[in-house]
């Protein structure tokens, strides 16, 4: 009657969490979809092709393409053919952002893919597996009337894959090719209000550079940024959720110290993971508004790697403990072979980043991918629950087949920004309800307990953590997972 009466406490608290846990879900995806802008806007830039023939161009001046100051411009190449003007003394020039416009810091940072229209000519076809050599300089300042200021300067080579879907023939002349965008520049922080790029294309025929690349019309440039509005949604978020895992984490920690026994591996990985979980959330980026900390991406990369692989390491582990032998449990030894493929697979991974996002650091330009093409930085989603895993699905595919956002009347609904605040949530609530349901009970348990049952007491509570049996007793859960195994 006891253990009846407390089994249907325990499912009133689980319902209680669990409706608790619900709203501040939607509460999560709310937030995104109602008050939060997109995420990120995309913005089309046209180079302006400027002249420039003096020598050491690079240390002498920079070539504005508007503004009281802009360069003498070209119309186009034929026009540099009739006034004898090279290749060479050629710059294109780009602004950012558009006349009239700023940078801010609330947009964190700026990733830059190139499209080139190259057209079509019979004395200088497009050759097979042509490579463009680009001479590029970045440059700020936070003023229109100050002097531009080198942020990097740097010699690219990237790999051109165009098709032409016409015969190559004279009367094909003029026609463009269909190129894939190349990746261009990726910068971690916007802490100036003004940026200059100059892209020159030297031409070298004795050593081969730039020939046989076609013949360049335009050099186009898409700006990627974050949203200053959903930038400040993301960082109230973080700040919110950071002392509301910290205080579930010492909630939980706390618990297990009353315990008379020391603490098992089920119990250790989970408050790891909710250290994880809280590394992800410290918002530090609040700092990124002041500072010009241009590893902050390099640095979210680490931290969500972390979080990541204990994920994972903790679902191993989880469903270890209950269907393991009883000589193997409780120690971290007997899970190497499952444990290290995720140990050796992070640190590829983050050695993957460090030669990517760690060069840009010194050299935005620089490209991992220059012989594959434009490809999306994948991310390693190591193992998640059905649920946690089915809504970050269903999410993805509602933000990739809609238009970014719902309209119900007069509301509209931002789909993308829901996605990230909800599932960010989502894994938030994930690491809390672990922490609240593997908690140990504060009770102790009586002396009349037995070494094959769980003896329960008229003031005592069903614990659903430890996986081991010890002086404080085996747990439900073990119990039914050891049954399910044995049948």
Same mark, same amino acid.
């Given at each position: 009657m006891a253990g009846a009466i407390i089994e249907n406490m325990s499912t009133r608290k689980l319902c209680i969490v669990g409706g608790i846990l619900l709203v501040f879900q939607v509460i999560a995806f709310l937030v995104g979809g109602l008050i939060a802008p997109s995420p990120t806007t995309a913005v089309p830039y046209m180079s302006v092709k400027c002249i420039d023939v003096r020598k050491n161009h690079h240390k002498t001046k920079w070539l504005m393409p508007w503004g009281p100051n802009h360069c003498e $411009?070209? $119309?186009?190449f034929d026009e540099a053919v009739s006034r004898q003007i090279e290749a060479n003394d050629i710059v294109f020039a780009v602004h950012i952002p558009l006349p009239s416009k700023e940078m801010s810091p609330w947009f964190q940072f700026m990733l830059f893919i190139m499209q080139l229209d190259i057209a079509f000519k019979m004395d200088n076809d497009l050759k097979e597996n042509a490579e463009i050599t680009l001479d590029v300089s970045l440059a700020y300042r936070d003023d229109m009337f100050n002097d531009w200021e080198e942020i990097a300067h740097a010699i690219e080579i990237r790999k051109l894959k165009c098709t032409f879907g016409s015969p190559k023939t004279l009367e094909s002349e003029g026609r463009h090719y269909d190129c894939d965008f190349l990746p261009f520049m990726e910068i971690g922080s916007v802490a100036h209000k003004y940026y200059l790029i100059n892209i020159r294309l030297p031409v070298n025929e004795r050593k081969g550079i730039n020939v046989g690349i076609g013949e360049i019309k335009d050099i186009r440039l898409v700006g990627i940024h974050?949203? #200053?509005g959903f930038t400040k949604v993301w960082f109230a978020m973080k700040t919110f959720l950071t002392p509301s895992i910290l205080i579930i984490m010492v909630w939980y920690w706390r618990r297990i110290t009353l315990m008379t026994r020391a603490p &098992?591996?089920?119990?250790? &990985? =989970? /408050?790891?993971? #909710?250290? @994880?979980?809280?590394?992800i959330n410290i918002p530090v980026e609040w700092f990124s508004i002041g500072f010009d900390w241009t590893w902050m991406l390099l640095f979210g990369d680490i931290?969500? #790697?972390? /979080?990541?692989?204990?994920?994972? @390491? /903790?679902? =191993?582990?989880?469903c270890g403990e209950h269907m393991m032998d009883q000589n193997e449990r409780n120690r971290l030894s007997g899970y190497w072979k499952q444990v290290g493929p995720i140990a050796v697979g992070s640190f590829c991974l983050f050695i993957f980043d460090m030669c990517e996002r760690g060069v840009q650091l010194k050299n935005p330009f620089y490209s991992i991918w220059t012989t594959e093409g434009l490809i999306f930085r994948f991310k390693f989603l190591m193992l998640i629950t059905l649920a946690c895993a089915a809504m970050t699905v269903i999410f993805f595919i509602v933000s990739q087949v809609t238009e970014g956002h719902w309209k119900w009347g007069d509301i509209t609904i931002q789909v993308n920004s829901a996605f990230f605040t909800g599932i960010y949530g989502m894994w938030n609530l994930y690491v809390f309800a672990l922490m609240f349901l593997y908690a140990p009970s504060h009770k102790n348990y009586g002396e009349d307990q037995s070494n094959g049952d769980l003896g329960v007491s008229s003031g005592e509570e069903l614990q659903l953590t430890t996986t081991i049996t010890h002086v404080d007793g085996p747990t439900e859960v073990y119990k039914l997972a050891r049954k399910e195994a044995q049948e």
């Open positions: $411009k070209l $119309k186009d974050q949203n #200053g &098992v591996l089920l119990e250790k &990985v =989970i /408050f790891a993971l #909710g250290i @994880s979980m809280t590394f931290r969500q #790697g972390i /979080f990541y692989a204990m994920l994972l @390491s /903790f679902w =191993i582990i989880f």
